[in-house]
């Protein structure tokens, strides 16, 4: 019995200890940042009747596939769609499965052992319309429905509905329902999993700040009992509006970033102590940087070459993906590598909230949109603290592509990035509670909104531009960055 007793003990050991780097934080001087986020849209289009992938599909599938193999958990399943008009007689529910089935296969060619968690779904409704009705002979409104879409979920959903606002009670409920384990491990084997914790302002959007306080208190809490930063960086809370009177509570395990976490352009230069992190592990052999909100930075074999410094604020890991014995995957960790520094020399940075629907008339509600939002926040948070004497100008800017006049595109790209800053503002209230680590005050912020309508002419404008002839980059047009900038 003693034995049995000890062997369930040491199969609850923590496995992060596997992987030492050497060093753990590296220190900086004369530090340029230029980060910039570029959308990603989980979505291929298709010519009319044809169920053939252009090549450029390729970058973003090759991408995917890469993330689904880093996330052994997360089930994705293609969808086929057609449009009446565009299709032509060709439109049907064959068409739309040898759609899916054509972005199974170009998946599957970029990463081998994934083929049981990428699943051909049939549609609901194989006509069911982005955008248009059906009998429109606008090519661009064609392009966008004939298309294959891609959604991602968890194969054992946790989604617990919290009974008590009280952080103690919370974390009680959470355990007593024995999903605090199933939490850790899920976030430990996939690193772009993340919790979001759902809150109602109750009847209207009074006093939202006060609901909102009550969401960062358990997520603070959850943070705590997780207690590793690589598990703890990816809580998030979001709060919704609500006519009910019964206050609700939900948390849940989101996989919405395998499909929808922007990718990353970043142009770092600084003066550095070290050239390389060393690292070492007694079972992973090759090893993987990520970023502490799941994004991978690299491949790497024995050590991190650091000729090219990543975005310094975040916290990196050194991790391995291992199968066990009984055929499951198993990922180990490293303890956080940080980089040190006083202040920016320069800074420029561009944050994508998600992308939007035409004539939508509300902030983004989705789980990766409060995500990312948080996300923007405490990274406000953490140049304040590095420029306690400068100043940070934050601007919101709200994007649509060539579809309508310039004056209705101008007062909704307005109107998306206006509520993109009322929602940062409220979660910038009270700093403090976001829990950034060296935050002491803030320094002083400037907000403003700017509608770019179909704009790249503006000297506050992305670097990239868009070829407003692909729906895939008509869609990713429609957007809100925020862009964040150090003022000496």
């Known amino acids: 019995m003693k034995k049995t007793i000890a062997m369930f003990f040491v199969l609850l050991l923590p496995v992060f200890a596997q992987i030492s780097v050497s060093p753990k934080s590296v220190d900086l001087k004369g530090i340029a940042i230029e980060y910039e986020e570029v959308p990603f849209v989980p979505m291929v289009f298709f010519d009319g009747g044809s169920s053939n992938i252009d090549n450029r599909f390729d970058t973003m599938l090759k991408e995917l596939a890469e993330r689904i193999a880093d996330n052994p958990d997360v089930i994705i399943e293609i969808r086929g769609y057609y449009h009446k008009m565009g299709d032509g007689i060709s439109g049907s529910s064959e068409l739309c499965h040898d759609r899916a089935e054509a972005v199974r296969k170009r998946i599957l060619k970029f990463k081998q052992g994934i083929a ?46 919290i009974s008590s606002t009280n952080p103690k009670n919370a974390i009680a409920q959470i355990e ?60 998030f809370v979001a709060l919704r509006y609500d006519e009910s009177e019964t206050e609700k509570i939900r948390i849940s395990v989101s996989s919405d970033w395998v499909i929808n976490k922007p990718t990353m352009r970043a142009n770092t230069h600084a003066e550095r102590s070290d050239n390389e992190i060393t690292i070492k592990s007694g079972k992973g052999k090759n090893f993987e940087i990520f970023r502490s909100d799941g994004s991978k930075i690299a491949d790497v074999p024995k050590g991190w070459d650091l000729s090219k410094i990543p975005e310094p604020l975040w916290n990196y890991f050194a991790s391995s993906l291992l199968k066990t014995s ?45 995500a990312n939002r948080y996300e923007i926040a405490e990274n406000i948070v953490r140049l304040a603290a590095h420029n306690p004497d400068g100043k940070l100008k934050i601007i919101a800017l709200g994007y649509t592509d060539d579809t309508g006049d310039d004056e209705r595109n101008r007062q909704m790209s307005q109107l998306w990035a206006d509520k993109e800053i009322e929602e940062l503002k409220r979660l910038l209230v009270k700093p403090k509670l976001l829990e950034v680590n060296g935050f002491k005050k803030m320094c002083e912020i400037e907000f403003s909104a700017v509608g770019m309508c179909n704009s790249h002419r503006s000297g506050s404008a992305s670097s990239f531009t868009f070829d407003e002839n692909r729906p895939e980059e008509r869609i990713a047009k429609r957007r809100v960055e925020i862009l964040v900038e150090v003022v000496k």
């Open 116 to 161: 049981e968690r990428v699943l051909v779904q049939p549609a609901i409704d194989p006509t069911k319309l982005r955008r248009g009705d059906f009998g429109s002979r606008d090519i661009a409104i064609q392009q966008e429905n004939q298309r294959a879409e891609i959604s991602a979920h968890i194969n054992e959903p946790v989604e617990i509905t």
């Open 176 to 235: 007593s329902e024995h999903q605090l384990y199933r939490i850790k491990r899920l976030l430990d084997d996939n690193p772009l999993l993340f919790i979001i914790i759902e809150g109602m302002n109750l009847g209207s959007m009074r006093e939202p700040n006060k609901a909102l306080e009550k969401l960062f208190r358990i997520k603070n809490a959850l943070a705590k009992k997780l207690d590793e930063p690589y598990l703890s960086s990816r809580i």
């Open 326 to 370: 009984a055929g499951h995957f198993e990922r180990i960790w490293s303890k956080a590598i940080t980089f040190k520094f006083k202040r920016t020399k320069e800074c420029t940075e561009r944050f994508i909230v998600g992308n939007f629907e035409l004539n939508r008339l509300q902030a983004l509600d989705t789980q990766y949109s409060f």
